[in-house]
Structure formats: C-alpha cells, structure tokens
C-alpha cells in the first residue's frame, strides 16, 4: 500500500528506512537466538573481515558511530574470543582488530543463517526484478557512500587498495 500523504521521493526514502530497519531488528533478533552475536557486532566482525588492518576509529566511521561504543563491542567480541586486538607500536591509541578462527567460523554461520532466512524473500522477486533491484540500491550507494559523508566506505576501498 503506498503512503499517498508523502509524496513519491520522501515515501521511497521512508520506506528504505523503515525495510533497513525491520531487517536490521529481525537479523539482531534470530542472530541472537541463533549464534548468540548481534547484528551490530556482525556489521563490526565484516569490516574486520574486509579490511585486517582497519582501527576502531575507521570503523565507527564507517558506522556512523562513536568510538566508545565501538570500543564496547569490539571488548565484547574479543571476551568471546571472535577478535583480536593489537595496539599499534606506531601511536598506543590505535587499536587494530583481526578475526580470530572463531571469528571466521561465526561470520560463515551468520551469512548462512542471513541466507537461508531471507532468500526465499528475495527469491519471490525473480532475476530480472533482483537484477533490476541491485542495480538501482547500487546506484543510490554510489551517490550516498562518498568520502566525507558519515557512513562513507569509499575512503576505506581506497585504502585497502593500496
């Protein structure tokens, strides 16, 4: 049913909030009861995994947070024995953090439990409608994910790069 009180742009970008969100609260739910993570310390385990030599302050960038809670969860994660943390010997604040094997492993079961829960959601849409679909959300990340903005990712493919 569309919102005919908003117009189209602000309904589509409401309604991008409101999926993101709902996705979001399901996933920390069913990750939780299932490999016992939340969503938000999977989201931190990924750019670990994508990028070995990142600091907690790229990663709250990156996640539009603050570096004490990303501090928090990262102490969480390396309690459960998921990260690794190294103080760099270059500057004592900056901490880098690497998945440990278990880490590894809890990545690969979140992606499969992520898999099996929303693909027949995803499978209902059809190739040509997923094709079409991955296009346009690539499109608004080109636009949106730039350097400087909050949440930017670019800045860190460039680094990894390098």
Do not use: W
């Not at 589509?12 to 399901?26: C, P, R, V």
Request: hydrophobic share 35%.
């Amino acid at each position: 049913m569309v919102d005919t009180s908003l117009g189209q742009t602000d309904y589509i970008g409401y309604l991008l909030q409101h999926l993101s969100a709902t996705l979001a609260k399901q996933s920390d739910q069913m990750l939780m009861e299932r490999l016992g993570i939340g969503f938000s310390q999977f989201k931190i385990m990924r750019i670990v995994q994508s990028y070995p030599t990142v600091t907690q302050r790229d990663i709250a960038e990156r996640l539009g947070q603050t570096e004490a809670s990303i501090s928090r969860q990262v102490k969480l994660l390396q309690e459960r024995g998921l990260l690794a943390v190294t103080i760099s010997p270059e500057n004592r604040r900056e901490h880098h953090s690497s998945l440990t094997p278990k880490g590894t492993r809890i990545i690969e079961e979140v992606f499969k439990t992520l898999h099996e829960t929303y693909a027949p959601m995803f499978d209902s849409l059809g190739d040509k409608r997923q094709k079409q679909l991955l296009e346009t959300l690539g499109l608004m990340h080109e636009h949106l994910c730039v350097e400087g903005k909050i949440g930017a990712c670019h800045k860190m493919y460039k680094q990894k790069e390098k």
